[in-house]
Nanobody, 122 residues
């Protein structure tokens, strides 16, 4: 019943910015943590950022710290990922996910979106 849908992925040049969105439908509560993950071709899915259910705490992978910002608007049932100073190595399919535990491991996230493609070119 609960669905997560990502949007906003597109082709951008290195150094550019992009904002991803993840809408949550079918949920009567926002009391779950959320995170962004990404997966490049031939690579394992990796943690990007996470945000506490209330939005009061965030966590970032070292590779994106200082460039990406995760946020959420529970009134709109939407999660965001603002990506600045994009690099070629940021190219991947980006997924949003929900968890009942405060964690960075994919195994702790029980609900996943379908993914949105982000391609950074030079």
């Amino acid at each position: 019943q609960v669905q997560l849908v990502e949007s906003g992925g597109e082709l951008v040049q290195a150094g550019g910015s992009l904002r991803l969105s993840c809408t949550v439908s079918g949920s009567t509560s926002s009391r779950y943590h959320m995170g962004w993950f990404r997966q490049a071709p031939g690579k394992e899915r990796e943690f990007v950022a996470a945000i506490f259910w209330s939005g009061d705490s965030t966590r970032y992978a070292d590779s994106v710290k200082g460039r990406f910002t995760i946020s959420r608007d529970n009134a709109k049932n939407t999660l965001y990922l603002q990506m600045n100073s994009l690099k070629r190595e940021d190219t991947a399919v980006y997924y949003c996910a929900a968890s009942y535990q405060w964690a960075t491991a994919p195994k702790n996230y029980v609900l996943w979106g379908q993914g949105t493609q982000v391609t950074v070119s030079s």
